[in-house]
């Protein structure tokens, strides 16, 4: 019996020793506080495109226009599983990188980004780092950030804000996106989601962003959408109405506008 009680107790021992372990390895009721200015990859998770360049998107409405007098930088943070896959361009040329961490730098409200070509373990030869600045809003999230990018920037600081939809809904929507009428009071449409509403037929567009590629804006047929689509309008605006124009093909995958527009779309109120 003795033996029994023994057995008992060292049982009763172990569960009691089994559970005071389990509880210190249960998270604190009261977790220790992130420092204050403390930033992770998610805060920077999203698209950032050049402040300045958004800018004259929206005093021209012309991309062509717009990338000619300032760089259309435009960078990319989206999560894939456990990793931050980071894409920057400037629609001609693409760096693809991975976020590491997001480091102090120094001052109050500067930071550097830790690239990498691939995710995982690095080491610090294989590392580029990306400073930038910037403050949190009420929300605890960044709205602009101040960005040394040294890929296709080479590191000149550029303003950069947050894009609260995707780039292709912003483009579209400050572009071109409208409802139209011709000079028989035809109708036409251009979608904000990307979809070309003409008379005698409608297709997936997309707004091209290369400035090197042509010598006019223009929407052509969208490449993943509609990957076997051949259209290609060329555009301008002037005196408030959208001209439309043919386009010719040049050497090296390029294009041109013709000199006259083939159509002119009055823009109708949205109803």
Known sequence: M???????????LLFALAAS???????SSSPRPVPKGRVFVWDVEGTWISKAYLEQLQATRSPHAAGTRTPPLVI???????????????FHNVVMQFLIEVEPN????????????????????DVIYMP?????????????LVIAEP???????????????????????????????????????FTQAGEAVLPDRRFAYEVALDVKAGNCDLVHSHRERAPEGKERLGFAWKAGDLQLFNIKALPEDRYACEAKPFLILTPQPNT
């Open 76 to 90: 990319k943070v989206q999560r894939e599983e456990r990793s931050y896959p980071i894409l920057i361009t400037d």
């Open 21 to 27: 372990f389990a509880a210190a390895q249960q998270p």
């Open 151 to 189: 890929f296709i920037g080479k590191g000149k600081k550029m303003t950069f804000v947050r894009l609260p939809e995707t780039l292709e809904n912003q483009i579209n929507r400050v572009v071109i996106a409208g409802k139209y009428k011709d000079q028989e009071g035809r109708s036409y449409e």
């Open 132 to 144: 930038f600045t910037g403050e949190k809003n009420e929300q605890g999230k960044f709205d602009t």
């Open 106 to 125: 120094k001052k109050p409200g500067a930071y550097r980004l830790v690239v990498a070509p691939e995710d995982g373990v690095v080491s610090s030869a």
């Open 2 to 12: 003795a033996s029994w009680h023994r057995h008992v107790g060292l049982l009763g």
